[in-house]
């Protein structure tokens, strides 16, 4: 049964665009210095994107890489901004080993989590959403990916409460699996994140229409911060960090070069789409066809 959409007064919200390294101090502080940007320009609620913390090519390099939650230098890091900045702050993804201490003492872990993590003004964890679809293609640019052999998938499709409505979790991949969306609007989302790592060759065909059909389609703020340009390796991404109305209209586009990108979202839009097209409450049955 879908929840009724939101009331909340309306906000800006910042979506941030980087060019994230294999260094991760080096990616704290380029995220740091857009997120303070955003903040300036009046963002409430700020996104990073997927891979924040870093891009490095390599199972075993992202393996030896990945840090637990706790203590984790770029979560302290950006948890401290957020709390100098009195605002809301999505870290688009982390690369976190999710074993106990007593675990990882054994060596590297054999599979991590993509974490997006929800940090409150205060600083605290407000929500996390480990990536559930995992990124194994063949591109016909001759690149190939592999997620699954070095990310577990996560489990559970995750909503939390910000102070203008609710937010639904999701990154990158997940985009191309409308059921979540549907999912995550019937439990009650007015704003979907969407903090991608979007390969070049695929973001010039499908990351527009994607995100603007995960918006029609669920009568939500669709929220898409983005890596963008040449990480190790030569591995492209096609930044263009989206803002886009339930109506499906972008509000604001980053381009191709590290940016900020900030707009207004007035969440009585989301009621107002929906009951143009009340598609969130409309379930027909049917049987067939057969496999």
């Not at 891009?55 to 230098?73: D, F, K, S, V």
């Not at 096609?238 to 339930?246: D, F, K, M, R, S």
């Not at 209209?249 to 789409?273: M, N, Q, R, T």
């Amino acid at each position: 049964m879908t929840t009724p959409a939101g009331g909340g007064a309306p906000f800006k919200a910042g979506c941030i665009q980087m060019t994230a390294g294999t260094d991760l101090q080096d990616n704290i502080d380029q995220a740091s210095v857009l997120i303070r940007k955003a903040a300036e320009q009046g963002a409430d609620f700020v996104l990073t994107p997927e891979n924040t913390s870093f891009m490095i090519p390599g199972h075993r390099n992202i393996l030896a890489n990945a840090l637990p939650e706790e203590g984790h230098p770029a979560l302290n890091a950006f948890a401290s901004l957020a709390r100098e900045l009195d605002i809301w702050l999505l870290l688009g993804s982390l690369t976190i080993d999710p074993r106990s201490a007593e675990e990882a003492a054994a060596g590297p872990p054999e599979r991590v989590a993509n974490r997006s993590i929800l940090l409150s003004p205060g600083g605290e964890i407000a929500a996390r959403y480990d990536k559930i679809h995992m990124f194994d293609v063949d591109i016909p640019d001759g690149q190939t990916y592999r997620e699954s052999r070095t990310f577990r998938p996560g489990r559970e499709a995750v909503t939390a409460e910000l102070p203008w409505g609710r937010l639904g979790m999701s990154v990158c991949y997940d985009v191309r699996f409308a059921n979540l969306y549907r999912g995550l609007a019937r439990a009650g989302a007015d704003f979907i994140s969407v903090p991608a790592a979007f390969t070049r060759f695929t973001g010039q065909a499908h990351w527009h229409v994607l995100l603007r059909a995960r918006a029609i389609e669920t009568g939500c703020f669709v929220l898409a911060p983005a890596q963008c340009g040449t990480h190790a390796e030569n591995r492209e991404t096609y930044g263009h960090a989206l803002i886009v109305a339930p109506w499906g209209e972008v509000l604001a586009d980053a381009g191709p070069e590290p940016g900020v990108v900030v707009a207004e979202i007035d969440p009585a839009e989301v009621s107002k789409a929906r009951g143009m097209v009340p598609a969130l409450s409309y379930e027909s049955e049917f049987s067939g066809p057969a496999a």
